[in-house]
């Protein structure tokens, strides 16, 4: 029974939807270009663009390093190291010193992500871990009032989040909602321009490479958490359409929270992870002792996530 | 063939194509040089006082390899017994292979016309390799009664249209053959189910009709019992433990004709799937080779092309071109060596595309993670791996393109080579 041509044998299924992992990587990398440029580079011009190639590359090199180092097959061609990158720098000041990136995608990609197994093993998200990190270790850095302080444009560039903090709501009054989406605003090089954002996530979800019920229900839990307080003294906390534009909610709802490997995947367990990371921020932002509590709260619910997960419906046949 | 669409926030619909318009009767294949019987019984077992390399077989002869009831062939050509050969199936079923070199004439065994009549009995005894492969084991057991048959009407697979042109146009051998199968089995209450956007109007048929969804997996045997039961079948039941049992529309109309006719059928139907995606019916003698088909429809086989028994999502592909046509061969597909989606080693990222997407409701993503480990045992105790209904659909949607229906056949296969094992033992040491 032998034939002349060889024939290829596998498993069923002998079909595939055409999916890949460095197709999904790409399509969140270009999501994230329009805040990324029209927000953070068109706006921080050169040291902006230092930061994000320094980021992106060093994150690729990273993976590749360890990738060498733990004798496993190189995995730097799925984007999924470009992205941590290209995320990283997007959280990152744009005058950030060379080391602190450096030591960002070394935490990121190292102890975020490798350590763990690589991609799909990282319980925390890898680049909410390494800002954290970061803002902790050196939080001068993070201080966007002292780190942009050269650029001046013709709008009010103090960071909204550090005015809320230090003025109060009286101190806001000075910003509108209409400037925090058009990316006039202080911030993370690829945190401040709303619109793109917005865009970039709904391009995401609209494709399906990120799911809808994260970040709808992450913004849904910063409204109404930020509402409650702010019904309860309307002079000390600020309204929650500040909350939602300013700081790291936005990139954070839609480019953090839904990082696959760290987030649930069913449907309740995903409304109240995202929820709860939205609750968190505005707690770690009204109460705690941070400016913006985004990356934290994302790191709480992240820790939540197998937990959560535990919500599922009962398999078919199931005899309990 | 089929892929995602530009939407992706809800999970995508996979639909069983209808049959086209312009299908008619497919004509028969030229009578084949040689056909290739697999009679399911390890060759060791086959006896040379049964049967030998050399005799003589008529055409609907019946070739008893074994004394074991089952462990027969029907001759599907007039000749001589030219090789009897183990043949190792998939996951480790064990074959014996006969091999019919042609005769110059045909002529008709009559054996099955002295016991045509409809009896429990003489259907086991004959029919059991008739196109569709009809089981009537399931009424062998007294204390599993059987009270409903299904009549499968829906294709086992995606692109797959015998079941379809069986329904459209042998509706006749159909009810000739319910009307058979109530008097073999004495079983009254006989289901067909038929996919939704079938021609109807059947008239009285013998039979209620019941209509399934155009989406897959709707047509796997289990969701159509469940459908037909009305309730869910609890892991680790049987369809016998729920007194169902199984017979494709085809095995009815082969039932049909058999016991109208006097004579058992030897041509089976076969949906072919050429390189392009095209589709069109084809009737063979059960045994040809897949050669004899691919020669009919002048396929030039590359190097490293695939050729598939059976549908995309739950077929299985082959090695040769000499595979021949079984009496369950519903399909054969081929796929170019350029169309083929390989698997990889990828991790799963967790993306949940497949536990939106399963059936059976199976957290396929933790899942898989013990599969992957070959912690088969934690996999079927707390991540409900015996809910499977292997339709193949986490694989086909997987980001990592994990072979996962792979891992899954691969756990429950080695699951019950451990009990079938820890029973023998238990046996042995009881003696």
Redesign the interface.
């Known amino acids: 029974?032998?034939?002349q041509?060889?024939?290829?044998?596998?498993?069923?299924?002998?079909?595939?939807?055409?999916?890949?992992?460095t197709e999904?990587n790409l399509h969140i990398i270009y999501a994230a270009l329009p805040a990324l440029l029209l927000g953070g580079l068109f706006r921080f011009g050169i040291p902006a663009i230092g930061v994000v190639c320094l980021s992106v590359s060093t994150a690729m090199l990273w993976e590749l390093l360890m990738n060498r180092a733990m004798k496993r097959?190189v995995s730097v061609g799925?984007g999924n190291a470009a992205l941590i990158g290209l995320l990283l720098a997007m959280l990152l000041p744009a005058t950030a010193p060379w080391w602190l990136v450096i030591t960002g995608t070394f935490v990121a990609i190292v102890i975020g992500k490798q350590i763990f197994?690589?991609?799909?093993?990282n319980a925390f998200n890898p680049v909410a871990l390494s800002v954290a990190i970061l803002m902790v270790s050196w939080k001068d850095y993070f201080d966007f009032n002292g780190m942009l302080m050269n650029y001046d444009p013709d709008f009010i560039m103090a960071y909204p989040l550090a005015t809320l903090k230090n003025f109060g709501v009286s101190g806001i009054e000075q910003y509108s909602i209409g400037d925090f989406l058009i990316g006039r605003q202080s911030g993370g090089i690829g945190a401040t321009f709303g619109i793109g954002l917005i865009l970039g996530g709904a391009y995401l979800?609209?494709?399906?490479?990120i799911?809808?019920e994260i970040s709808i229900a992450y913004l849904a839990g910063v409204f109404v958490t930020a509402l409650l307080f702010n019904l309860v003294d309307p002079t000390r906390y600020a309204d929650p359409f500040f909350h939602i534009f300013t700081g790291y909610t936005l990139i954070g709802a839609f480019f953090l929270a839904t990082e696959?490997?760290?987030?649930?995947?069913?449907f309740i367990p995903m409304l109240i992870y995202g929820a709860a990371g939205g609750l968190m921020t505005i707690l770690i932002r009204n109460i705690g002792a941070y400016i913006d509590g985004t990356v934290l709260a994302i790191l709480v619910i992240n820790l939540i996530n197998p937990l959560l997960?535990k919500i599922?419906?009962?398999?078919?046949?199931?005899?309990v | 063939m089929i892929k995602r669409s530009f939407f992706g926030f809800t999970t995508p619909r996979i639909q069983y194509l209808p049959m086209p318009g312009q299908v008619t009767t497919p004509a028969p294949l030229k009578r084949p040089d040689n056909v290739t019987l697999l009679v399911p019984c390890p060759a060791g077992d086959v006896d040379d006082k049964l049967v030998q390399i050399g005799d003589h077989v008529k055409t609907g002869q019946k070739i008893s390899l074994t004394s074991a009831p089952g462990a027969y062939g029907i001759a599907s050509l007039s000749g001589t017994l030219s090789a009897i050969d183990r043949f190792p199936g998939e996951a480790g079923r064990e074959y014996t292979a006969v091999t019919i070199t042609a005769a110059a004439t045909e002529t008709l065994d009559n054996a099955f016309e002295d016991r045509s009549e409809p009896t429990l009995e003489n259907a086991a005894a004959f029919l059991a390799c008739a196109p569709g492969a009809p089981s009537f084991e399931p009424f062998t057991e007294p204390d599993k009664p059987i009270h409903t048959i299904i009549v499968n009407g829906m294709d086992q697979d995606l692109l797959v249209m015998t079941a379809q042109y069986t329904l459209a146009f042998r509706m006749a051998d159909i009810q000739a053959g319910i009307k058979f199968l109530k008097a073999v089995t004495g079983v009254e209450n006989i289901v067909l189910a038929t996919p939704r956007d079938a021609m109807h109007g059947y008239g009285e048929i013998g039979a209620s009709v019941m209509t399934m969804d155009a989406t897959y997996p709707s047509g796997l045997p289990k969701l159509i019992a469940q459908k037909v039961l009305g309730e869910e079948i609890p892991n680790g039941k049987s369809f016998q433990d729920m007194g169902v049992c199984f017979f494709t529309a085809e095995a009815v109309a082969s039932i049909g004709r058999a016991f109208s006719d006097r004579q058992i059928p030897f041509e089976k139907t076969i949906t072919f799937i050429d390189k392009q995606g095209n589709r069109s019916l084809v009737s063979a003698r059960i045994g040809t080779p897949i050669a004899d088909i691919l020669k009919e429809y002048q396929v030039s086989l590359e190097e490293k092309d695939r050729i598939i028994i059976g549908g995309p999502m739950t077929g299985h592909s082959i090695f040769s071109t000499q595979y021949p046509v079984q009496p369950f061969t519903d399909a054969i597909l081929l796929q170019d060596h350029g169309d083929i989606a390989l698997t990889s080693d990828y991790p799963c990222i967790n993306c949940g595309d497949c536990v939106r997407m399963c059936p059976a409701r199976i957290q396929v993503n933790l899942l898989v993670r013990f599969l992957e480990a070959g912690f088969y045992e934690e996999a079927a105790e707390a991540y409900d791996l015996s809910a499977c209904l292997e339709c193949g659909i986490c694989s086909y949607v997987c980001v990592s393109k994990i072979p996962i229906f792979q891992y899954i056949r691969l756990a429950k296969h080695e699951l019950g080579r451990v009990a079938s094992e820890e029973t023998a033992t238990e046996e042995a040491t009881d003696e």
């Open positions: 029974m032998n034939s041509k060889k024939l290829i044998v596998s498993h069923a299924p002998f079909l595939h939807i055409g999916s890949g992992i999904r097959p799925d197994g690589g991609i799909g093993g979800i609209m494709r399906g490479f799911r809808w696959d490997s760290s987030s649930p995947v069913n997960d599922r419906p009962k398999a078919m046949g199931k005899v």
